[in-house]
Structure formats: C-alpha cells, structure tokens
C-alpha cells in the first residue's frame, strides 16, 4: 500500500522511513485511526455478522467467514489490503510495544516493542487469497515476539 503524500514529503526531506507516532502519543492514534477504517473487509465482516471490534476475537471470527471475494480479483486485492491493516490495526491497539511506522517504500508495517517489524499487509494478502496463515495464528504468532 503506497501513501503518495507520505512518499513525496519523505523524497522532499531525504526522510528513508518514519514512525507514525510523536514523543508524547498525540499523532498516534489519529494515524491508527486512519488505518484501521478498512471499509471492504468491514462491510464483508457485518455482511456475515462479525464485529470487528479490534479484538483478538474478531481475527478468529474473520477466519471463519466463506472466502467469497477470491471470485473477484479487484475486491481480492483491496481486502488484502484491509485485512492487513486491521490485523496491523488489532496488534497496535493489543500488543505493549506495538506501534505503527511507514517504510521508505510507503509500505505501513507494525513495529514491535522488540524493533521486529512486521509486513502485515502482506499478511493480509496471503490470507485473502489463500487462507493462510490465519489472521489469528499470525496474531499469536507476532504477540509472541
């Protein structure tokens, strides 16, 4: 996922990456806020009666829904998309540490309070056309670390 205004300011101020949060917290949860909006995957999710309510919970309901969207290769790449930015969305607002940052690609990753960072809309995508691994494995998997 390219963010073309992050891209273009980082070229302009020779900024290779940038964390999404400021010293006092203040920038964080705006950033996280936008993120999480993931609309697609949150109107399939309500479509099927699951509450995406940012909870380790949600992922494993998520990873029960019917892969219907893997018909359609537009909508397979979008909600990639959103189920990455709502597994990045759950391990920010569940995981001590975890805090959202923006590679040099324009890529948003998740950092770990152990400096890992996790690609998870990639994470996002394997599990959208595939089903694997798990919302929820990937989950345990990064909370571990």
């Not at 990873?63 to 391990?91: C, F, I, S």
């Not at 805090?99 to 809309?121: F, H, K, M, Y």
Request: charge should be negative.
């Amino acid at each position: 996922m390219k963010i073309p205004f992050v891209s273009n300011w980082r070229k302009r101020h020779g900024v290779t990456a940038i964390a999404v949060f400021s010293p006092d917290g203040a920038d964080a949860e705006g950033v996280a806020e936008l993120l999480s909006e993931c609309e697609l995957l949150r109107a399939q999710a309500k479509e099927a009666g699951v509450e995406l309510d940012d909870t380790v919970g949600s992922l494993e309901a998520l990873d029960q829904l019917v892969p219907r969207w893997r018909e359609d290769a537009e909508a397979l790449q979008w909600l990639g998309n959103d189920a990455g930015l709502y597994l990045g969305t759950v391990l920010v607002r569940q995981v001590p540490g975890a805090s959202w940052l923006i590679r040099a690609d324009g890529q948003p990753v998740v950092r770990l309070a152990s400096d890992r960072e996790i690609d998870v809309v990639e994470a996002g995508h394997d599990w959208a056309e595939s089903g694997a691994p798990e919302l929820s494995q990937f989950y345990a998997e990064a909370a571990e670390s």
